[in-house]
């Protein structure tokens, strides 16, 4: 209900009918205006379904310019609209090579990065392994330097990662004292 003296609705003006603009500023504006909620309408539809969506607008304007929208792109839904023979006849549409191309390399991404998360946790039980060893060695020899451990405590697994870590003492030692030999 409106009151005297109030002016009715929105402010906007309302489209009652659908028809075109038969001004070419007036529908170049309302193509403008409305162009970026059409996109968005079809990236959620796109995002809360899993359907692949492409929206392609080619305006009548006289400055042109394409629009395009797609997911996942443009060209890869394209590529799976039906020609007339590729359908064989059931309407159902085909996969593009492309895609299972990239499929594949994706399963073998995620293999590849399993294996890999495997080895960082071997890895880092090897290296806790090792420092609980070393950690006992010193305890032994009653020192908190780890080079001064007893290496008769050190197992199997402790002394290789303590050769490499003594080896790279001496090399930094041997480089700060000029005119050494070091190939020793």
Known sequence: MVREGQRGGSGRKQIDT????PDMKARQSAFS???DTLFRAAGVLAT???AQVAVVVLPASARGGEYAFGSPSVDAVLQRLPSSSS??????LPIAEEEEDAAAKVSALRQ???DVKGLVTAEGAR????????KRAKVAAGTNKWWEAD?????????PDFEAALRQIRDAAQRMIPGQNNDA
């Open 127 to 134: 290296i806790k392994a090792v420092e609980a060893g070393v």
């Open 112 to 114: 590849e990065l399993e």
């Open 87 to 92: 359908t064989g006849g059931n309407g159902a």
């Open 48 to 50: 809360i379904t899993g």
């Open 18 to 21: 659908f028809k075109p603009i």
């Open 151 to 159: 290496v008769s405590k050190l197992g199997a697994a402790e002394l």
């Open 33 to 35: 205006k409305r162009r």
